[in-house]
């Protein structure tokens, strides 16, 4: 890891996962949520965006003095003069290393902090600074995109199912289906319109599966997909 469990601090308005993170982190127990005054030089807050003015305004108690990171953004009224503040909306498989995140900078923030952003997030995996207005956008491709995956996954599973594999098996190999197809993906940094090209065969079996996925309209609905959680991202970020 990039930074000892003995240097990091953590701190949550509830008590229910002190014991499961107290072998990994030292921990604060601080209702209401606030950002505790140990937190220094650098502090991450993620929080529901109806409590971030509350969480936020435990900052006027002894810093965060460097930045803050939220997937929402924060009023600089909120926060104390010269606080410089980064937007990261990250996913849910950084809890494996195999994360994708971004982020933007915000009031105060520099190539120092975001090069330091970037630095200690990479061992979570792919992080990648973007304009703010991406921010949202990225909710809907990969924040809320997993989700959308682990339901394609348990269709491939539940088609193999009725099929007649047991369905332990089958859930394996749609997982390592999916890894394996985003890994070839990744490295050959093809688009994913000739990768699947190069699996079709005239007459063969995957042509005929793709034809029945194109007449279920997938690719409409999982753009629709995209767009109702962007749009959604953004009306939370106005409210």
């Known amino acids: 890891g990039k930074v000892p469990a003995s240097s990091i601090l953590a701190s949550a308005p509830s008590d229910r996962n002190l014991d499961a993170w107290r072998a990994w982190f030292f921990l604060s127990h601080s ?9 220094l030089p650098h502090g991450f807050l993620r929080q529901h965006p109806w409590v971030i003015p509350t969480g936020v305004s435990g900052a006027s108690l002894g810093a965060p003095r460097s930045w803050h990171l939220s997937p929402i953004p924060i009023s600089p009224q909120l926060l104390p003069a010269g606080t410089k503040v ?3 909306m990250p996913n849910l498989p950084c ?3 195999a994360g994708a995140m971004v982020f933007a900078r915000g009031s105060g923030a520099g190539d120092g902090e975001a090069a330091l952003l970037k630095n200690l997030l990479s061992s979570c995996g792919l992080c990648e600074e973007v304009p703010e ?3 949202n956008i990225h909710t809907g491709l990969s924040g809320s995109g997993v989700a959308y995956v682990y339901l394609f996954a348990e269709a491939l599973a539940e088609g193999a199912v009725k099929m007649g594999m047991p369905s332990g098996l089958a859930s394996r190999i749609a997982a390592q289906t999916l890894l394996g ?3 070839v993906m990744l490295e050959t940094g093809e ?3 000739k990768l699947r090209g190069d699996i079709c065969t ?3 079996t995957t042509i005929h599966a793709l034809h029945q996925l194109e007449k279920g309209a997938l690719r409409a609905t999982v753009m629709n997909a995209v767009e109702a959680a962007t749009n959604r991202a953004c009306d939370m970020a106005e409210d």
Do not use: E, N, T
Request: charged content about 10%; glycine content about 8%.
């Open 181 to 183: 197809a985003a890994k």
């Open 202 to 204: 005239p007459g063969g």
């Open 86 to 88: 980064l937007r990261l």
């Open 133 to 135: 207005s991406y921010i």
């Open 95 to 97: 809890v494996v290393q």
């Open 31 to 39: 209702p209401p949520p606030r950002l505790h005054p140990q937190l």
């Open 191 to 193: 688009h994913p319109a």
